[in-house]
């Protein structure tokens, strides 16, 4: 299969503009033009107002400057990607040697950009000086990004075992499916060739984010699908039985009586489950969830139901109760 | 300009650490596409104007704490994320868009129908063709302002027009495959 990489001459629309416009592309960007944040028409309200004259100088001045810059911009800016520099993410192979930028090695630093596959071997990685992973045969991840303020990388398929000791989402996994923030913990997480798989939460607790931006937290003691598409996967606990597995199969599917099947299933194992489907349901089914989620775990005094529906941060004191339970 | 820009950037980001509010305003004006880009990944767009001021707010007060410069973007990308994840949290965003921008009722349903494909997508495509389609970015733009490398960012773009076509049902080129 060819790389992008490799045809960075070719012009390239969806690229940088080149050559002649995809007509589709160019109708979606048309279509979605209106939602566009225009920054100099859209100042900083911290800023100070001033006279309009020497900020349409500056916009003139600016513009013009963005045109003389865009005309030279070289068009072949392939990364060059390494994996033996300083910076990025140190990996070693457990046994024999893994692939990295298409080179096999025993050992190397992964860079932002780079891809490691560990084809039949298994590896260790480095999380910045923030942690570990283990990486499983037939995984492969790329280093999307990292700094002392996050760091991110990219599971396309394979097996990964976590464990990060830094201040929440300073880490991130992203897959295909879903995207998984570090809350300060230890999980593995699985994905399979189609893009699905599951995660496991060892110990702290992760943020799932799912479809339609929606998210829902996974506490130790529980583990997730990670559904193609990024549909709903709400977290089950380990010791959660087979009737509400089955209900939660149901809801992802979109059952009409999905939110009611969860409910009818849940015991007091499942309340974190029931707990998360409150961040997920239909306004309408809110208070039945609530509700049911008070005979699991009632909420910790004084909270009551009417307060945690009208106010979230509310709610978070009756959702820490809940993941108290599970330990 | 990306040059430039790039050898740039430190001076101009010690300036605003240091209080100089016409550098922050600078930093407003080169991130303040990429940040709405990354929110309106998330968050309805009536809240996204609101959050792009929030998260600037938040990095003006948070600067001081900034000791790796040359992290600038994503530090403030990870604030504009986090604060998006906080504001969506427990809901799920609409996708309807203001009446004064939808010139009809079949255009902001189909804005509407773009926007939910371009959410479900993973993230990395995700906000790559967001900051590619709404905000009207190039491929290198993003490379410079999100910190990833312009190889994952083709990439990213690629993969991610894919699979956009093939939610919207539109007959994928040979583009998407490069």
Known sequence: MTRPDDEADRADYLWDRSGPPDPEIARLETLLSPLRHDAPQDELKLRRRRSRTPFVIAMVVAASLALVMWWRWPRTDAPAVACNGDTGFAFTARTGTVGCAGAAVASGVLAVGATLDTGGHEAELAIANIGRAELGANTRVRLDRTSAEHHQLFLEVGHLHARVSAPPRIFAVATPSAHVTDLGCEYSVDIDPSGAGEIHVITGKVELETAGGTVVVAPAGTHARLLAGRHASLPLADRAGPEITAALRALEADAPDGVAWVLAAAREVDAITVANLAAVAPAASKRAVLDRLAELVPPPQPVTVDQALADRAVFELWFDEVVRRIR | ?178
């Open chain 2, 1 to 178: 300009m990306r040059t430039r820009e790039l050898d740039e950037l430190p001076a101009v980001v010690v300036a605003a650490r240091d209080g100089d509010r016409a550098a922050f305003g600078e930093l407003y004006r080169r991130f303040s596409r990429a940040v709405h880009g990354i929110v309106l990944a998330r968050v309805a767009y009536g809240d996204v104007a609101d959050l792009v001021q929030e998260v600037f707010t938040i990095a003006l007060q948070r600067l001081p704490q900034l000791t790796e410069i040359a992290a600038f973007p994503g530090w403030l990308l990870a604030i504009a994320r986090n604060r998006a994840i906080d504001h969506v949290r427990g809901a799920k965003p609409s996708d309807a868009l203001p009446a004064e921008l939808a010139t009809t009722a079949s255009r902001a349903a189909e804005v509407s129908q773009v926007i939910a494909a371009l959410r479900a997508l993973p993230e990395a495509y995700q906000e790559t063709l967001i900051l590619r389609l709404v905000e009207g970015m190039t491929g290198p733009e993003i490379a410079e302002q999100t910190g990833l490398s312009p190889g994952s960012v083709r990439v990213n773009l690629h993969r991610g027009m894919k699979l956009l076509r093939a939610s919207l049902g539109i007959t994928p080129t040979e583009e998407d495959s490069r």
